[in-house]
C-alpha cells in the first residue's frame, strides 16, 4: 500500500513543510521523508500522529491508498484519442504523480519533425525507450541513435545533452520509462 506519496500530497495541499509536520508528530524531518517516499512505513500511532498534524483522517488516508490502481492497461485502440497541443508532443503517463515514486513511465507521442523536452534535475538517472510505432532519433551528448519500430535502448540520463526527436513523416509512439 503506498501511503507515503498520499501524506505528500496532503502535506504539499495544506502548504506544511516536512520540518512543521514532524515537528507535530514527534517524529524526525528525515523519517517523515522516508515515510513519504515510501522508504520506510510508520506505525499504527506514528501514522495517527502524522495525519493529526496534517489534518487528515486516517481511516480517509487508508481507504484512499486500498484504491490506487494496481495495474493501468492502455491499449493500442486508444492511440487514436489523442490530440496533440500546439507543441507537437503529448505525453500520457500511466501513474499520477503521487503515485510515481521509484519510476515513472509514459506513450509518448510526437508529431513529425518534433522533439520531447528532457526531464529536468534528474541526477544519475536511467531511461529506456521503446519505439511503438515510427521512428525517432535519440541524440546522447555528441552521438544520435535511430531508432525505428520495435527497436529500443537503455541509457543513462544526460539531461544537458539530450533529445528524442521525431525524425519520421508519421505520428510516432514511444514507450518510455525511467528512474526517478
Excluded at 493529526?52 to 487514436?80: C, H
Excluded at 511503438?132 to 529500443?152: C, F, N, R
Amino acid at each position: 500500500m503506498n501511503i507515503g506519496p498520499l501524506i505528500r500530497k496532503a502535506r504539499k495541499e495544506r502548504r506544511l513543510t516536512l520540518k512543521a509536520v514532524a515537528e507535530k508528530a514527534s517524529i524526525s524531518e528525515g523519517f517523515l521523508s522516508q515515510v513519504e517516499n515510501d522508504v520506510n512505513s510508520p506505525s499504527v500511532d506514528t501514522l495517527m500522529r502524522i495525519c493529526k498534524a496534517i489534518d487528515v483522517n486516517p481511516g480517509d488516508l487508508i481507504t484512499q491508498a486500498s484504491q490506487q490502481q494496481q495495474i493501468i492497461l492502455m491499449r493500442k485502440s486508444e492511440w487514436e484519442d489523442i490530440d496533440l497541443s500546439h507543441t507537437g508532443f503529448v505525453t500520457r503517463r500511466f501513474f499520477p504523480p503521487e503515485e510515481r515514486t521509484i519510476i515513472d513511465s509514459a506513450i509518448l507521442v510526437l508529431a513529425p519533425g518534433k522533439s520531447i523536452p528532457v526531464r529536468k534535475d534528474i541526477k544519475q538517472g536511467q531511461e529506456v525507450l521503446c519505439v511503438l510505432k515510427g521512428e525517432v532519433e535519440l541524440m546522447l551528448s555528441d552521438k544520435k541513435y535511430v531508432l525505428a519500430e520495435g527497436d529500443s535502448v537503455h541509457f543513462r540520463s544526460n539531461p544537458a545533452s539530450q533529445a528524442i526527436t521525431n525524425k519520421s513523416s508519421i505520428m510516432s509512439f514511444v514507450l518510455w520509462v525511467g528512474t526517478l
